[in-house]
């Protein structure tokens, strides 16, 4: 892959299998910078600082918003997360692909902030399947579920914002039309 310095969004509903597709993304394409956000929500088991999110307390991310420090930040399910400015426009500046892999809110807000992003919606194969998906993971209460799924209702009527919609029906399928959307 030539670098194009393209920003690429993808979001999608929680438990579409947004960190899945990048991951196998990333595996395959390492050359495509992968953004990390900040978040003021404790770390589930198995995230490192740096690599899935940067972890900070309320305050540090208050001064961040504030500082003009986010390119885009959004709060729900009792905690922030943000988009780091500055290392996203050095990426693109050096030429480098760039995902961000952000919750709509933040889609909306990048597209805001800079129109020639690329914004990607990943939708699952049905309703159902997503929320099997979002049981299955087994990280959350019944009642946080719950409130995800209901979100999910509302972000899944948002898809015609998007530039292009990818089904992740097929892990592999949906890094691939991903991929060839960055280098298009």
Not at 43 to 52: L, N, T, Y
Not at 71 to 77: F, K, N, Q
Not at 160 to 184: C, G, S, Y
């Amino acid at each position: 892959m030539s670098p194009s310095g393209r920003l690429t969004v993808l979001s999608g509903p929680s438990g579409v299998g947004k960190g899945s597709v990048v991951q196998v993304l990333r595996s395959r394409h390492p050359d495509v910078w992968l953004s990390v956000s900040v978040t003021t929500r404790a770390p589930r088991p198995g995230e490192r600082e740096g690599v899935e999110y940067f972890f900070v307390d309320s305050a540090e991310f208050d001064r961040m918003a504030a500082a003009g420090e986010l390119l885009e930040h959004d709060a729900h399910m009792g905690a922030s997360y943000g988009t780091p400015r500055a290392p996203v426009e050095r990426q693109l500046a050096a030429g480098t692909p760039v995902l961000l892999e952000i919750d709509m809110q933040g889609a909306r807000q990048v597209r805001a902030r800079m129109p020639e992003a690329q914004l990607v919606f990943l939708a699952p194969p049905s309703f159902d399947e997503l929320a099997r998906r979002l049981v299955g993971r087994g990280t959350e209460d019944d009642a946080a579920v719950r409130s995800r799924l209901d979100r999910a209702w509302t972000e899944l009527a948002a898809e015609d914002e998007f530039d292009v919609v990818v089904v992740n029906d097929d892990l592999e399928t949906a890094a691939d039309r991903l991929v060839a959307l960055m280098i298009t």
